[in-house]
């Protein structure tokens, strides 16, 4: 058995090859940009690699080159169920609705007509999202009829560019502040007001629908609830001053005792549900429990957060370290033990 593994700087490769050597698992680096990526795995038996949704590379062929290479038989991570909605909140719209999950209620029209025919009809605040976007970029709040208005003649006129460089500027500013940023990056993100990022010319300008979530009032807070290989690990992000998202801000809350076991629940269940490899579902708590705002297969935290403790399907709380990119490794080799 020999694992194939992408390997890249900004991603979990260093974690699961640091696990391949620490477990005597057979691995191989492969580099999926060359042409030859299929030539390079046929002494392998699985796949992984942590493409990215802002790299103009990864967006170009990552899921399918994963998806050819499953089709083919080999083990992948991520898998299709796990990864082709990655980054589509409209996708995640219909997937966790086709469940019945607990989703925050959404509305996608793909006619201006129709938008701006609920638009009159409906209450006020709602959130405008773009299908891409993660820690809170490309996510507006529309306060009143004339602001979604504006946003849906713009959804269906000129668009919206992906990269939304002035938000993510004044994200790089408030982290540069918390010492989680270097003045290099600001200077890179002022930089990118003037020149467009190769994934901003890659990935075009989204337009041609306009989607919209209810805004749930009175959350200081979001969760997040992440599933791996039927374990959750959680987290509270507090809500950014002066704005209504959490996601990006860099505020985080480690107190388990804080966290809705409902939403670990849940969890367990739509991964269950979608036969998942892993899942970061955001959740904010309304007058009938949590819902979901989004899922991503992909995760982002501070190393202190791997120190305090996981769930498992029992519900079963294990306090200590634990190492989610270990998980990941075994759930492969797990796999690809039981295929052969």
């Known amino acids: 058995m020999k694992i194939a593994i992408h390997h890249s700087e900004v991603s979990f490769s260093s974690y699961w090859i ?12 492969v580099d ?3 042409s030859d990526i299929i030539q390079q795995l046929a002494d392998c038996d699985a796949l992984m690699w942590h493409h990215h949704h802002m790299f103009a ?3 170009l062929f990552a899921k399918q080159l994963l998806y050819s290479l499953e089709m083919a038989g080999k083990i992948v991570f991520p898998d299709f169920r796990t990864g082709w909605h990655f980054d589509d909140k409209v996708g995640q719209k219909y997937l966790l609705e086709s469940i019945n999950a607990p989703l925050v209620p959404s509305y996608v029209f793909y006619s201006k007509t129709a938008a701006l025919n609920w638009v009159r009809k409906t209450i006020f605040p709602k959130v405008f999202k773009l299908r891409g976007g993660s ?18 003649n713009r959804a269906f006129g000129r668009g919206f560019s992906n990269y939304n460089s002035y938000g993510i500027l ?24 003037f020149i467009r990022t190769p994934y901003s010319r890659v990935a075009g ?73 892993t899942a970061a579902f955001d959740f904010v708590i309304s007058e009938t429990g949590p819902l979901i705002v989004e899922v991503s297969y992909g995760f982002g935290y501070d190393p202190q957060q791997f120190d305090f403790g996981y769930w498992d399907r029992q519900l079963k709380w294990h306090e200590g370290k634990f190492n989610p ?11 690809v033990a039981q295929k052969q």
């Open 18 to 29: 640091e696990y391949c050597k620490e477990n005597a698992i057979d691995y191989k680096v």
């Open 32 to 34: 999926c940009y060359r």
């Open 57 to 59: 590379k990864d967006i």
């Open 135 to 152: 820690s809170g970029a490309n996510v507006r709040l529309a306060a009143n009829y004339d602001e979604a208005v504006r946003l849906i």
């Open 170 to 193: 004044k994200d790089r500013i408030n982290h540069y502040r918390k010492g989680k940023e270097s003045f290099f990056g600001v200077i890179k993100g002022v930089g990118h007001l």
């Open 205 to 277: 300008r989204e337009r041609g629908y306009a989607y919209f979530q209810d805004f749930i009032p009175g959350n200081t807070h979001d969760i997040r609830i992440t599933y791996v290989a039927d374990r959750i690990f959680a987290l509270r992000r507090r809500v950014r001053k002066g704005d209504f998202r959490a996601s990006g801000g860099g505020m985080q809350e480690h107190d388990m005792s804080r966290i809705p076991i409902e939403a670990v629940k849940i969890g367990f269940s739509v991964a269950e549900q979608l036969k998942l490899q």
């Open 325 to 335: 990119y270990g998980w990941m490794v075994d759930l492969v080799v797990n796999q």
